[in-house]
């Protein structure tokens, strides 16, 4: 079974830099892509950053390309988020996740590469961590 920790979220001033964290188990980072995706109360997913890391090709929202940088450390089974000149409208709760086979993985990078709710890629994710950025 795939599970996946998130953690690093908090309450940060607008234009900070936050660095979130995923721990996952029960899958070898090297086969698959890993993705970031967050949700606002009431308001759709949207995908934000995605890894595939056969090839180590990232793909990144419209809304947070230039701020953002997806990365992963293989030895230790984490990926990694780093979140710079964060916006208020920032604020949500991030979720990272796994796609488990090369069409999942197509999905999951087209639909983050939109912005889009990339969730159809992904068979589970962990409980989120909260990222609020005050202005």
């Known amino acids: 079974e795939v599970q996946f920790v998130e953690s690093g979220g908090d309450l940060v001033q607008a234009g900070e830099s936050l660095r979130l964290s995923c721990v996952a188990s029960?899958?070898?980072?090297?086969?698959?892509?890993i993705g970031w995706f967050r949700q606002v109360p009431g308001k759709e997913r949207e995908g934000v950053a995605c890894v595939r890391y056969s090839d180590n090709a990232t793909t990144y929202a419209p809304s947070v390309r230039g701020r953002f940088s997806i990365s992963g450390d293989i030895a230790k089974n984490t990926v990694y988020l780093q979140m710079n000149s964060l916006k208020p409208e920032d604020s949500a709760v991030y979720y990272c996740a796994a796609a488990l086979s090369p069409p999942r993985v197509r999905i999951a990078l087209i639909k983050t590469a939109q912005g889009a709710d990339p969730s159809s890629a992904y068979e589970s994710w962990g409980q989120g961590t909260q990222v609020t950025v005050a202005s």
């Open positions: 029960g899958l070898t980072f090297n086969d698959y892509a």
